[in-house]
Structures are given as C-alpha cells and as structure tokens.
C-alpha cells in the first residue's frame, strides 16, 4: 500500500484516476429520506444520560487538566500536524486530512490544517550556515571599506593667538594656544 501512495505521490496527477469513495452498497439497500417524520424526542432515560456524563468526566484525577479529554496521541498519528499527513491517501475529510470518528486533538487550532504551516523549507543546521555567512560577508564588507575609506583631504583650520581679538578682546576669556596644551576644567565660581 505504502508503494501504490508514494507513486501516486510522485506521479503525475493526470496519469492516475483516485478511487472513488461511492459506497458499493446495492440501491436497494440504501437508505433514503423517507416521507415518515421520525420522532424528535429522546428516548434515552435520565439514568443513561446521567451515567453518560458519569462516564465523561472520569473516575480519577485529571492530569493534563483537560476534562478527561481522550489523548490522540495513543490511538493515532496525531499530534503530528495535519500538514505532514499524506495529501493523496483517502480521508473521510480530505481537507482537514482526518478520518471518520478521529479524536480532534485539543491543540487543533495549532495542529490543524489552517493553523500557520511549519517552515521546513532547511534545517536549523543550515539556516544556522547561511547566516553565519552572512555576518561573514558584512564583516569583510566593513574591512575592505575600512581599508579603502580615503583619509580626510583638509587640515582643521588653526589661528593665530587663539582669535583673541575675534573672542572679544584680552578680557574675554581666551581659547587655549598650542602652547598652552590640555584646558583644565572651568572655574564656574563668581568673582
């Protein structure tokens, strides 16, 4: 059966005819809406529906904290996504790609076939390569720009006397010469 699947997979669609889900039951035997109303009441006594509920909520202690909800994952493929299922094998719900009578997980909202779809396009080994090449390209960018940056073409301009007569004169507090070396730090006490 595995092999009829992956050829199926691997061929083109247009080859291949996908068995049909008909049912092969006779006519004759085919139930049908009948003109009969059939009754709308219940029949089941308050002593089965109470026992049903009983039965729901489980003898025991809860430990998933999940209302005794069934757990998938011990009688089926879930809780694989629904995505990674075979797209050609032949489901009950194709596009939900579940059977008749599977347990919905609880995590369907994340492992349903709408949920948003895995990237599995490479590896985290790989994705980890291609970035790592990536800072290595930047990096080599920046060397080969730090290299080749051509220096600043100009001097900083520098006057005479420190542009004494410009700054106010000799009572105005003067910029520091060459000579003079580091400024210490301001006095900012009133005299």
């Not at 039965?55 to 694989?80: K, Q």
């Not at 009578?101 to 609880?106: I, K, L, Q, R, Y």
């Not at 010469?177 to 400024?183: T, Y």
Request: proline content about 8%.
């Amino acid at each position: 059966m595995a092999s009829i699947r992956s050829a199926l997979r691997l061929a083109p669609r247009a080859q291949f005819v996908r068995p049909s889900t008909i049912s092969r039951t006779p006519i004759a035997a085919q139930r049908y809406a009948s003109v009969v109303p059939r009754p709308a009441t219940d029949t089941k006594s308050a002593a089965e529906a109470e026992q049903g509920s009983e039965d729901l909520a489980g003898i025991g202690d809860d430990p998933n904290m999940n209302g005794n909800y069934p757990d998938p994952s011990l009688t089926s493929a879930l809780p694989v996504k629904r995505q990674h299922r075979d797209p050609y094998a032949d489901w009950w719900d194709p596009q939900e790609r579940r059977n008749y009578g599977e347990p919905v997980h609880e995590d369907n909202d994340i492992l349903g076939i709408f949920s948003p779809e895995d990237y599995t396009h490479f590896s985290s080994g790989w994705g980890a390569v291609l970035l790592g090449t990536f800072v290595g390209a930047v990096g080599v960018l920046c060397a080969v720009v730090y290299r080749y940056y051509p220096d600043k073409p100009a001097v900083s301009r520098t006057f005479e006397d420190g542009l004494e007569t410009e700054l106010g004169g000799p009572r105005a507090r003067r910029a520091r010469n060459q000579e003079e070396g580091d400024v210490a730090a301001l006095d900012r006490t009133i005299a």
